[in-house]
């Protein structure tokens, strides 16, 4: 059985990698003109009059929304496990808080690297957000049955992977994907399987009773939920481009997702030999018609095209719950603790789909010829692509980062399998107590026992078993 | 006694719904110029410089505050009932998403209809989400007590009364309402406890134990509160003029808000024999002062008046959860689950009131001539409208959105009423076991009870049943 | 013993405030310009075309993100104490509705005081959150120790003190403290703590079972710290300069916290025997770098320097939980319920002497030189004064700040000592029901105790010594 103490391996992997970040931050990082002194001078060359015209005015709110869907969003999502509500939202916490700061090195050097320098402003804070968006994805499929330790490993590798993945997109294949369906959401999904299945311990169904909800969990969960589903238009729209794209991509999103909502409540009612649902498939798919839009919503997919494919990818994801996941567990042996492939596998690749559909349908009619350019930055070296040539483009995007996804999850995957970093048991899984002190009732002890319980919202293994 | 089985009904009226909607969208509703491509070329002609004159960038945080206040606001403040958590949160979240895009359509008939198309833009967003937060309301006067069809019934007709209502008082009688006291507050109260009227339940109050709190979901709706607090001064500026109207009715609200709470501890203590403080009023009453300047909040109603008006709401609404609720319940039998008409009823008709004689007391003087203008948009049919007309007409608008309210709610209370649409039996209110997979202890039941219910967060009525 | 009845002193209190405050607003608080209708004449004057230049659309969504941070983020942080949920989020919401209409008219006098006038815009708002930001600090340190009316009195005092602070500080010394590192946490901190030691309770240990968290608890106190961790680039951020200033804030507190996650975890770990983690410090010690940068953030601190000023303070803070706070009250008597030495004193302080060293170190090399100006403000009286005089400056400011918090907690403390304000016993220490009507488990009643408490989320005493 492996060692989960993590008193040495937990302490000097976040002091090693706080180092690393504090040096490579000396070496490369600086301030962009928009958050520099300079930005003054640099105002009256461009003759901007107004310091509304700073990039921090048109995505520092957007910026936000995305952080609340990153931290609280993904963290409270993921406290729907009756025990492991420490570990939910603490380790989202940790890998978030260490992937930003490696994704802004990263897509640094591949994006905003001048002279040596990575010159970040807030468009790169969104950036990197994204792109420990992915990590928070996969880290669902493995929530519960890893260390803190394969957790870091874990974003290090992905968040690397990532950024090659994302520059290969969108700088060679010159692909759109402002919200991420291929990038962030397929990439990040199937990483996360590629990675559960490596890791996958056949004996675990058998013995934990752990992996389920408790009435109180599921209503944090729904915290997670509502952030991510009412600030999902900011994310779709962060980065687009200035003025109607933004405003577009919001429109759109907001408008898949509500159809989200209503094909998920159909399915879960239909499924159920009562008619009753299923707070799994509230929590989730509901949220299906983001991800599903997160590619074609800067686009003119039109709010009736984002209707329906909110209202198809309700529909799947829930499906995907109710039938998908027991199966790949059984057969596979694939164990997906928050259905990630449900939520962000299918619905991700449905969204690259729609992406490259509604990209080879773009016309100049629609767009404007200049509004076409703007839109596929049909400019440089892309100058004479067509629309159905992006189309193609954006299809191969998809299984660019499904490659992308199954070689790297393969070997972060063996490399997570290494006894050495501190795995928890199968009879320890989805459980908070092995790696977290766990508050108790000490009023009991001390009162030696005279009432059960009296605020038993918490026992850990070794308390109960010292009972009767 | 009533079939509370959804396994078609539930998903039929889904589909059904989601279907329609998406059809309509398609024949009607297209992006507006501000988030349509022809943007760039529209801007060049009305000589705008910045993209930051685009509405998305006056309007977007607006519109996720009071996003944020719709779903996490409302859907969180009711789950304060000890075993309905999911049905508030949940339900509350199919309402509102079927909400906002029946909204957009009714709405947009009524104000954004050019050529045969509705053409939406964010500012439509934020109207729909003001729509369904008069739904909102509603729903809590019948928490519990219906079930998820019938909540679906009632959004389909509230939603269009609530247009109507909202045409005839902005379009016909030219009344201010940017905050919504009048067509949101006073016509969702009033609709909803007419609808509760109409669904009263004699001997519920003999049988059902399940209607209060426990300790944790009291603090989970002050998760709910505090966003509808802290957002509020959003909802009230989200529609105003751009500029110092906007600014204004945000400084106004915060005041009123602010206000609110101390009068709501002071009578919540008073009114106790020990002088202890009911979470219920904390939860409620505090809200009232932003209901009450929904109306005037953009006028000059001024910082202190503002206060004054938050003053006198804690007082009302907290008096009324003490005594007149009760007293509602035992005399006429309305049963008003959440005490709207506490927080909105009242509130809201005081809104109206404060609103009227604002606006009857506006002097060039102190709104300039232009500004007097705009703040009314005395033009066009209205250019020879004097303040203190436009009083009279404010007045007028209170009286026209109650009448819609109770004869609206009679109407629907008695669809509503019709034994088809699943209601639960009278010991099954305030539960979500009916339509709900609840989750339970399984452990509890594999290790054959060797201990009491060790994390007994919920158990369902049929599982107590079971136990000795 | 102490009488605890609020009946009385708690409204009494609330309505003198209250009232007060109306009148004093009615006499001297009136809209600024940009919040006037006289806005649009003042716009021509001034060759303003956008109402984009209105300072709504450069502060309003900061200031949301600092109004959630104080009524969410503190609020929720503080419901850690298992039975103490009511009291932290309700107490906290009520102190600061009463502290933020006292800190306008005490900052008003000294900041935007003209012709008898308070003239107030966003940016009061801001600066009201920010004062009371203070007393949620303090009132950390006395948490579950003291009574509402003690509570309303400690704000009373405290925000008059802070705003004469804040005047010595900004407009004698002429310190640069945009996000309060010495004005709000060392101030803060410092003034709570000398006020829990004035009202120190010797035998609080011996008796209290109640100071200590259980799992659920736990998890509502992440919702604070995660609001509060994700929009503190907008606290440090939210009054300072237009564009490059603001811009840069953020980025740097951004950095600067998700350094502080990472070591907090590090130690956290280390420093127990099983290198298990503990929830505290997770809670507190990740937000010790947004503290930390609140003085240099808008500063040329460097998104590196920013790592490394978290670094440090993750490891300070997360090392003052663990030994430092058990030291304190075994030595002293210095009880500090929520640590807030080691989340706002140190860093506090730390935070202060950054801002001093940064100041120190500028030149026009790095801020060009009407970057300089715009930054330290060297206008006017100013002109002449070098960064190394403006570092000196700083670090007396510093001095200041914990002078006037030792003097004044001393004065306060000494009034929150006398018998009248209803202080609970130490028994009844951390407990909700002394102050509030906590809900019961009817139904265990009625049923004539069947079964064990099946949903005993919470008992009060009474309760609990009734049951055999």
């Known amino acids: ?22 040096i490579l931050f000396g070496f ?45 969003g993904f963290g409270f999502l993921m406290t729907f496990l009756q025990k492991y509500g420490f570990g939910s939202v603490a380790f989202n916490f940790m890998l978030a808080a260490f992937g930003i700061q490696w994704a802004i090195l990263m897509q640094g050097w591949f994006h905003s690297f001048e002279d040596g320098k990575i010159l970040i402003g807030v468009e790169n804070l969104i950036n990197a957000d994204f792109c420990v968006g992915s990590v928070c994805i996969a880290f669902g499929g493995v929530l519960g049955k890893v260390s803190p330790v394969q957790v870091l490993v874990m974003t290090l590798f992905q968040v690397t992977l990532f950024s090659v993945n994302e520059w290969v997109l969108l700088n060679q294949l010159h692909v759109i994907d402002a919200g991420g369906s291929m990038t962030i959401h397929t990439f990040g999904a199937y990483f996360g399987l590629t990675v559960a299945f490596i890791l996958r311990r056949p004996k675990l169904n058998e013995r934990n009773h752990n992996e389920g909800s408790v009435y109180h969990s599921d209503i944090f969960a729904m915290i997670g939920t509502l952030f ?20 577009r991509a919001a429109i759109n999103t907001y408008c898949s997702l509500a159809s989200s909502v209503l094909t998920t409540i159909a399915i879960s009612s239909a ?15 509901t949220l299906a018609g983001g991800v599903a839009v997160g590619t074609a919503a800067e686009m003119m997919l039109t709010p009736y095209g984002s209707l329906i494919v909110g209202f198809i990818c309700g529909i799947v994801s829930t499906l995907g719950y109710k039938y998908l996941s027991p199966l790949l567990t059984s057969k596979l042996g694939l164990h997906d603790t ?41 400019e440089g070296d892309w100058a004479n692509r067509s629309p159905s040539t992006q189309g193609g483009y954006q299809a191969a995007g998809i299984c660019v980062s499904l490659a992308f996804a199954f070689v790297g999850g393969t070997i972060v995957g063996l490399i997570l399998k290494l006894p050495i970093w501190g795995e928890p ?34 026992h850990n293994t070794l308390k109960m078993s010292e009972e009767p």
Chains 1, 2, 3 share one sequence.
Not at 271 to 285: E, F, P, S, W, Y
Not at 351 to 373: K, M, Q, S
Request: charged share 20%; glycine share 6%.
């Open 425 to 458: 048991a199968d009879e320890n899984c989805f459980e908070d107590a092995v790696y977290w002190e766990i508050p108790n009732e000490e009023e009991e002890v001390e009162t030696s026992n005279q009432y059960v319980a009296h605020e038993p919202q918490y």
């Open 338 to 378: 928050c259905g990630i492939h449900n939520l962000h596998g299918m619905p991700g690749i449905i969204g690259g789909i729609v992406g490259a559909v509604t990209a080879a349908a773009a016309t100049e009619d629609v767009y404007t010829a200049p509004g076409l350019i703007a839109m596929f930055r049909f």
């Open 1 to 22: 059985m492996a060692n989960t103490n993590m008193r040495w391996k937990l302490p000097t992997i976040c002091f090693v990698l706080q180092i690393i970040m504090i």
């Open 271 to 285: 499924v159920n030999k009562t008619g009753k649902l299923d707070m799994v498939h509230i929590q989730n798919a």
């Open 28 to 72: 490369f990082v600086r301030s962009n003109i928009e958050s520099d002194p300079h930005w003054a001078e640099y105002k009256e060359t461009q003759n901007i009059t107004s310091d509304n015209e700073n990039e921090f005015y048109y995505r520092y709110s957007s910026f936000q929304d995305v952080h609340v869907m990153i931290f609280v």
């Open 228 to 247: 991510l589903w009412m600030y999902w238009p900011s994310f779709n729209s962060a980065v687009s481009n200035h003025g109607d794209a933004q405003h």
